[in-house]
């Protein structure tokens, strides 16, 4: 059964913006339907101007899933910072940052690293389907994200035979850990957000920005600010000023940023823009990538 929630003058949000904007990679537009698996259930959620639209998923779940909760236009007031985050803001008001489950999270990320979304979106989908429990919704083929048991007692070579590359040995090791320890990754929304950073750089192939993607984008950690290379470009093109010449020459210059020199940008965004820093990150990598 369809239900309908209207979203309310106050609540600002675009939910194809939301799903398109790079930070999940289990959705797929159909028609004007996006359908998508989350935990153990399939959800189909449109949206008609002030009007979601939503299928197999209770109110409150898509409220918690989508943010909807947040008073974003608020957000948006905090981070319009200067000219080019206000552009980035203009451009795509209403994208939220989602509440992902943070097991499937840590492992779309690391296996993120250094891959197009297209590509991300084909690894997670055999994973998915090779490891995960077949769901069927609408006569239709799904796929659960497998569990870290699952993972855990893969062979390399199935796991490589997901497209995972040298990845399938950090997503085996990730996943024996979680299991093997009784990893509640839960629990990392309740530690401040150095803490629960700390904890996530102990996973193998977590490194800084792996970690703060995670912590963005299903922990909660608003103020968390990942750095790519869309972000750096932001950064070098927009807000070299903030920096000494010699830092930004440096980086200007390399191919991929050491762990302080992440940091330094990362700590500079969080300063920047606030206990919101995620949002103005993921408002200018969009801009950004699709200009």
């Known amino acids: 059964m369809v239900v309908l929630l209207r979203l309310g003058r106050g609540c600002v ?20 339907w996006w359908w ?62 989602l509440r992902q489950d943070p ?7 690391v296996c993120a690293t250094y891959k197009g979304i297209p590509a991300i979106k084909k690894m997670l ?5 090779r490891f995960g429990h077949k769901i069927m919704f609408e006569n239709r083929t799904f796929y ?9 007692r893969a062979s390399m070579n199935r796991l490589a035979e997901c497209g995972l590359g040298y990845r399938a040995r950090y997503v085996r ?5 979680v299991h093997d320890e009784h990893v509640n990754l839960e629990s990392l929304r309740k530690a401040g957000y150095d803490d629960a950073q700390k904890e996530l750089l102990e996973f193998p192939g977590v490194g800084p920005k792996v970690a703060d993607c995670v912590l963005l984008f299903s922990l909660e950690k608003l103020e968390a600010f990942p750095v790519d ?28 940023l050491s762990n302080s020199e992440y940091a330094t940008l990362s700590l500079w965004g ?22």
């Open 36 to 97: 998508g698996v989350v935990g153990d259930g399939v959800w189909r959620v449109r949206q008609v101007g002030d009007r979601l639209e939503f299928e197999n998923v209770e109110e409150e779940r898509v409220r918690e899933y989508f943010g909807l909760n947040v008073d974003l236009p608020r957000i948006l007031r905090e981070i319009g910072k200067d000219e080019y985050a206000r552009k980035a803001v203009e451009a795509f008001k209403g994208l939220r940052i």
């Open 13 to 32: 949000f675009d939910l194809g913006v939301s799903l398109c904007c790079g930070q999940v990679f289990r959705w797929e537009l159909v028609g004007d």
């Open 270 to 291: 969080r300063k920047y823009f606030g206990k919101h820093a995620g949002y103005a990150q993921e408002y200018m990598y969009h801009y950004e990538r699709t200009r």
């Open 103 to 109: 097991w499937e999270c840590l492992v779309s990320y």
């Open 229 to 256: 290379v869309w972000v750096r470009r932001v950064i070098l093109r927009h807000y070299a000023q903030h920096f000494p010449d010699k830092f930004i020459n440096k980086i200007s210059e390399e191919k991929s």
């Open 125 to 129: 989908f055999e994973l998915s389907r």
């Open 144 to 152: 659960a994200f497998p569990t870290a048991e699952k993972l855990a």
């Open 173 to 177: 090791e990730t996943a024996r850990k």
